[in-house]
């Protein structure tokens, strides 16, 4: 009686083998592409790789709070451009110190991020359609405040250019990679070692029954959304110190990159399960995809092709993954 | 109409494996066209299992199967289906939103050229629906049903297959309250009359008696005996099941000291299925909350739990005017909610043991900035020792536990919460004779704690034996209350039942 009714202990195993896909995929990539590819392996590449994942794994990170509560942010691209006009906005129409623009760059995330949380938890609008409305709205505030004006940040050579060494590279050094980092452990360390880490997976799990728990479910959800949009002004910066412009009515479109991230990495999109470790290896093979085709002489169309490929691909493994863990279910 | 002795089934030897369990060992079992043939076990016993690879969802790693007499390979739901197997399960199948001839008929629609013929099918379904004696209007939202309404038309669903001759009811009447188990079994055996053979799942030993022609008990995945029901006494059949014997007697007296302080009285409360109930809860009281289905007892414990909108009327928690608006609320109040739904509303079915109980209370287990682990472990472990919880380990998905443990987790969840006051909502659906006893003795060393508890139950001989008193609901109103010492299943039921 005693060992009946529960999992079987080969289904677990076969599970493990399953989260050990995401680094497979990513080192057969790295495989694949330094001996099909032109250049592609050198320790220049690998930088071009680490860089191209700077703002885009900010996002990555926020959003894996909201797709493990089940829901999802599709506005955290425009998001980030937003918060970048307006920072630029603030610099130079406005004649603030730039690290006192930067400072407010996070904020106005950080601010979107909410009325999004309270657009999802309290007036209870699907995330998809709050998300999507919130995602022109932030467009469009963005050319609204800067008067549809490309925002400018310093580059090298010019008189701030510790911006760029700050948060971008200086000299060979890739500087933005320890923000990445830093942003990896907070992310992780709070996913899974707070409180409301774990109501987040508790929430994505069963909301109804998180609730009759006693768990304030609507101000989780909201932090959710508040820590997501956080991440996404963060990205703000370091976008901006990548491509040193803020285009006003751009941004759109960059969030499907890092939600790809996420589900790459083995986040569900039902909600309840995903890790910041998974996010970040589908973060990099994101990336490796976008060197590697270009070391292939593939165009940027390609690699847009690809990605969705990948992601159709990533989704069918999560669909096959949840069935096998609901297969592992015996009953008497 | 076939004659009634035709043998539909005959299983032998059927063996079934699972990575280190050994599900069935050598089982058998066989079905008469005609005949209700009860198949009982306690959770893990295999019957769910069995009915599985009759059903073409398991494949057996040994025996064989005959239908009607010729060997037979069942290799998908399909196969089962062209068989003449037809299986209603626990949960129901219903598309809510679209009509009973629309869920009768779904994917052998009646068509006319491209076009849906919605009137033939309607008076298709009307038709059948009459000739099964079925009070069901065709065209009615499967939604705006009651279950036990929904449930026959499950049933009606399954016997429209026109070969179908075999039907398996997995644990049918467990949401119906009596008149609807009535009305149920009404339907069985007129099915019963008609030749189908009916495979019955049940864990409600009364029912048996009543339903039964032949039960086959199975035990940790052995085949055990086979019995006519009619010669067996229930306590035979439990010891079967069991391997050991289980009193269930009556409570005569209440347990609760006269001068026990009041700890939770709602007042004229009133919500959208609620009318102007008033009760007290006394310290180590259990009080019972009867009545059908549908009378307002889950939506009175969903309003003082905080979980529905109270639309009216004060909550008092030991005298205390208590603003309860959420269950956030309810549960710093002390109020704690058990769900008759656990999968729904109970439990994170994704997350682990340890995570699920220490849900209610996880303030409790965080040490500085981070939740503490290792403290959860332990005292999910504790929990799983104390409560015995059959599962590997805590780390265990609560997913793959089996009904009878997934509610220990949830009662643990409330246990750790430390509540005063807890509200079983139908605690042992679909639950084991073995475990039911196990939860019956939680509950008791909890009011001897000095807890209180509102229990709901729809099987009476339970709230009989378990409550101190009996507060009787029907249509959403209160109709009486009954001390432990006067209440009786007739009275109960007299005051359950609407009057016409």
Redesign the interface.
Known sequence: ???????????TKKLDLQKLLAPAVLVGLYAFFAIFGNNFFSSYTLKTILESAYYTGLMSFGITFVIITGGIDLSIGTNMMCSAIIGGVAFSMWGWPLWLALCLVPLVGLAFGFINGVLVAKAKLPPFIATLGMMLVTQGFGSIVSRVQTQRYPTIGTAKEWFKTVFYRTGNFPTGALYLLAAFIIAA?VLN???F???V??I???E?????????VDKYKTLAYMVCGLFAGIGGILYAATYTTAIPGTGNGLETYAIAAVIIGGTSMAG??GTMVGTLIGIFIMAVLKSGLASLGLQAHWQTFFTGVVVIGAVLMDNVRVRA??K????? | MSQQNEVLVTMTGIQKY????H?LNNVRFDLHAGEVHALV?????????LMKVLTGIYQMDGGSIEIMGKPVEIRSAKDAQDLGISIVHQELNLLKDLTVAENIYIGRENMNGILLDKKAQNKRAQDFLDQLNLNIKATQNVGKLTVAKQQMVEIAKALSHENTRILILDEPTAPLSDVEIEELFRFIRDMRSRGVGIIYISHRMGELKQISDRITVMR??QYVDTVDTAATPIGEIIRMMVGRVIYEDPKTESQVAPEAPVVLEGKNLRSRDVKDVSFQLRKGEILGLAGLVGAGRTELSRLV?G?DKREGGEIYINGQLADIQ???D???LGI??L?EDRR????????SVA?NI???K??SF?QG???NDRKIKSTAREYKEKVDI???SVD??V?????G?QQKVVIS?WLV?NCDVLIFDEPTRGI?VGAKNEIYKLMHALVDEGKSIIMISSEMPELLRMADRILVMCEGEKTGELGIEEATQEKIMALAAPQV
């Open positions: 009686m005693s060992v009946q009714g529960v999992a079987p202990a080969q289904g360390f070692k707070t409180r880490g774990r109501y997976y508790a994505g799990s069963n109804e029954a998180t609730r009759l728990s006693g768990v304030r309840g399960s863990a609901q592992v279910k015996v009953e008497s | 699972f990575p280190g369990v599900a076990g306690e959770n893990g016993a295999g019957k769910s299992t940790d995945g739990s979980a959420t269950p956030y309810a549960v710093e704690g909610y769900s729904r509303y109970g439990l994170c079915l994704g997350l995570n220490a849900l209610t996880l303030d965080i900035m981070a939740v059959r599962t590997p265990t998905l997913r793959s536990l089996s009904g443990n969840k919460r084991d």
